[in-house]
């Protein structure tokens, strides 16, 4: 093969490359946070968004996650004080949030818990799925039952997920490490970076 071929090979790989985004792990932030009046999500609740269009998967996954992954401070009902959340994309000024928006646990924090999934198995339990095709998780993700099915609503959102190894949720043993502070500045950016 001449250096010109391999060249241009070499840059097709890393176009094909680089433009793979959105895949199991990378972040994404639920189309929740884009009205002003949202106010978060709460640590006892799974999220599943199945058409997100910044995950390669098309499902971005909020697993047991409060408040908003744009504002780990999150912010009084009045909206008023040092931290203000604002709708992604948008300033203060412009996309403020007018709600009470509650601060991110330090344990489970949108870098833990809301990110680009993949479904990689179905609910215990569930009836058989013909002709579905699940995921496989890769290297530093487990394939953990997230959404039980409760026999309500569509069966084909609910079972396993890929989650980030040593973050399963556990109702029962879970402990909150406290919450994101502003003052302290312990979880970066306002903006969630």
């Not at 070499?10 to 176009?15: D, E, G, S, T, Y």
């Not at 997100?52 to 996954?61: K, Y």
């Not at 008023?80 to 994309?89: F, L, N, Q």
């Not at 309500?152 to 029962?172: F, H, L, M, Q, W």
Request: charged residues 20%; hydrophobic residues 30%; glycine residues 12%.
């Amino acid at each position: 093969m001449n250096v010109r071929w391999r060249v241009a090979l070499l840059f097709a790989c890393m176009a094909v490359v680089g433009c793979q985004s959105g895949g199991v792990g990378d972040p994404c932030v639920p189309e929740d946070e884009y009205q002003r009046y949202f106010s978060g999500y709460e640590v006892g609740e799974v999220n599943i968004e199945t058409r997100s269009f910044q995950c390669e998967t098309r499902i971005c996954l909020v697993n047991h996650f409060q408040g908003r992954a744009s504002c780990p401070y999150g912010q009084p009902s009045s909206g008023g004080g040092p931290t203000r959340c604002h709708v992604p994309g948008s300033t203060q000024a412009t996309g403020a949030v007018e709600v009470e928006v509650k601060p991110q646990i330090l344990n489970r924090r949108a870098t833990h818990a809301v990110y680009c999934s993949c479904r990689c198995g179905k609910a215990t339990g569930s009836i058989a799925e013909e002709n579905v095709r699940y995921c496989t998780c890769p290297d530093g993700f487990a394939c953990v039952e997230v959404l039980p099915d409760i026999h309500v609503g569509p069966n084909y959102i609910t079972g396993s997920y890929c989650v980030k190894a040593g973050t399963e949720y556990d109702s029962r043993t879970f402990l909150p490490e406290g919450t994101c502070d502003a003052a302290k500045r312990n979880c970066g950016n306002e903006d969630g970076t």
